[in-house]
């Protein structure tokens, strides 16, 4: 199984600053990799698929990088509807998901 | 618009059965490989099973092989998950997600499993 680790477990950063959230898979899983937001009470949301490539209706403040093990998603400008949290996830062996990073409001 | 409705989800005893369902809607279902995620209270999401779009392949994570088993119905529009053999660290929401790189998915539905 890949496991599939996120870091930090939680950021704390306040409007306007410029979020940096980790992914790093146990193996290579090429580029197959998404990344979710989640609020509380709400069923996850597709913002990133194929590590770089923005899903249909998110802002482009939203951008993933890398390939391989290594995967940043990155929010630009951080909004107050952006506190959340965060899930990546593969698809190139089965399915994993990372266990989350939770974006709180400084 | 797409849409996913999963229903089926409750209380059982520890050793029961269930059947979730989820009503698919605004694409064509039957192109599509869909999944089930599960999410224990306060806890991250865990794969369970997908299926492609024909029914042919499924697959499912260790921890429900073989006590759950995927299905669709292409005519009716509908993916199912039969849940048997219960236990406790089954509680979950289940939600039902659609495509490869999933994305979009059902509201979820709440199985409780207590005695």
């Known amino acids: 199984e890949i496991v599939l680790t996120q870091s930090p477990v939680t950021l704390s950063l306040s409007p306007g600053e410029r979020a940096t959230l980790s992914c790093r898979a146990s193996q290579s899983v090429s580029n197959f990799l998404g990344w979710f937001q989640q609020k509380p009470g709400q069923a996850p949301r597709l913002l990133i698929y194929?590590?770089?490539s923005r899903a249909p209706g998110i802002p482009a403040r939203f951008s993933g990088s890398g390939s391989g093990t290594d995967f940043t998603l990155t929010i630009s400008s951080l909004e107050p509807e952006d506190f959340a949290v965060y899930y990546c996830?593969?698809?190139?062996?089965?399915?994993?998901f990372g266990q989350g990073t939770r974006l709180e409001i400084k | 618009e797409v849409q996913l409705v999963e229903s089926g989800g409750g209380l059982v005893q520890p050793g029961g059965s269930l059947r979730l369902s989820c009503a698919a809607s605004?694409?064509?279902?039957?192109?599509?490989?869909m999944h089930w995620v599960r999410q224990a209270p306060g806890a991250g999401l865990v794969w369970v099973s997908r299926?492609?779009?024909?029914?042919?392949?499924?697959g499912y994570a260790d921890s429900v092989k073989g006590r759950f088993t995927i299905s669709r119905d292409n005519s009716k529009n509908t993916l199912y998950l039969q849940m048997n053999s219960l236990r406790g660290d089954d509680t979950a929401v289940y939600y039902c997600?659609?495509?490869?790189?999933?994305?979009?998915w059902g509201t979820g539905t709440t199985v409780t499993v207590s005695s």
């Open positions: 299926i492609n779009g024909y029914g042919t392949i499924t």
């Open positions: 194929d590590a770089s």
């Open positions: 996830q593969q698809r190139s062996n089965w399915v994993t």
């Open positions: 605004g694409f064509t279902f039957s192109s599509d490989w």
């Open positions: 997600v659609k495509a490869a790189h999933m994305d979009v």
